[in-house]
């Protein structure tokens, strides 16, 4: 749902760049935002915290029939 907002977001992330790094380190920053300007990394990313996502359902379900 918000992959077509990534781009946008990348942007918006480049605009703000002068201001955020005034508080945090702005190599890490910068970079997250060129990952965002690339749909098939927004799809990756999404992939991988829906795959860490079903892991941690599945160590829940483990933890709750221990029991």
């Known amino acids: 749902m918000v992959k077509p907002l990534a781009l946008?977001?990348?942007h918006t992330m480049i605009f703000f760049g002068p201001i955020v790094s005034a508080f945090i380190k702005a190599?890490?920053?910068y970079?997250?935002?060129e990952?965002?300007?690339e749909p098939r990394?927004?799809?990756?990313l999404i992939a991988k915290v829906e795959q860490l996502e079903?892991?941690?359902k599945n160590k829940q379900t483990e933890k709750h029939s221990e029991r």
């Open 27 to 29: 190599d890490g920053y």
């Open 54 to 56: 079903e892991a941690n």
């Open 35 to 37: 990952l965002f300007e």
């Open 8 to 10: 946008l977001g990348s």
């Open 31 to 33: 970079r997250a935002a």
């Open 41 to 44: 990394n927004v799809e990756l």
